[in-house]
């Protein structure tokens, strides 16, 4: 996968999510990359409804958190553009996994799991 990424993209992989967050101890003696999972599921596959993916970020995303939300729902689309508005307009800067972890952790390192980044 790593040869492909970089043939496609012509950029190295950085970071890994495990399809569903499944990470065990082989798992963990073969990656070679920070593990990025999540702290704040938004269970939009079960849901697919589009305002109560929105209340369930807005009522408890906290500084750090990682919000997961699956690409494929439009109706995940759908609350991702009003979660980005009410988040900014609170505050909140959205970064990048990457970014977060250097500003908040001083880096990721390799083969260590991450959910939240709350840092000091």
């Known amino acids: 996968t790593n040869n492909l990424i970089k043939d496609i993209t012509n950029q190295k992989r950085v970071l890994i999510r495990p399809p569903y967050g499944a990470v065990d101890d082989k798992v963990l003696k073969r990656i070679t990359s920070p593990i990025i999972l999540w702290s704040l599921d938004t269970e939009d596959w079960l849901s697919r409804d ?3 993916v929105i209340d369930e970020v807005i009522n408890n995303v ?24 009410k988040l900014t307009e609170k505050g909140y800067q959205l970064v990048t996994v990457s970014e977060l972890g250097y500003h908040k952790l001083g880096g990721l390192a390799t083969g260590v799991k991450y959910g939240a980044m709350k840092g000091d």
């Open 50 to 52: 589009t305002d109560k």
């Open 62 to 85: 906290s500084d750090g958190d990682i919000v997961l939300m699956h690409d494929y729902y439009m109706e995940s689309a759908n609350a991702a553009e009003v979660i980005i508005e």
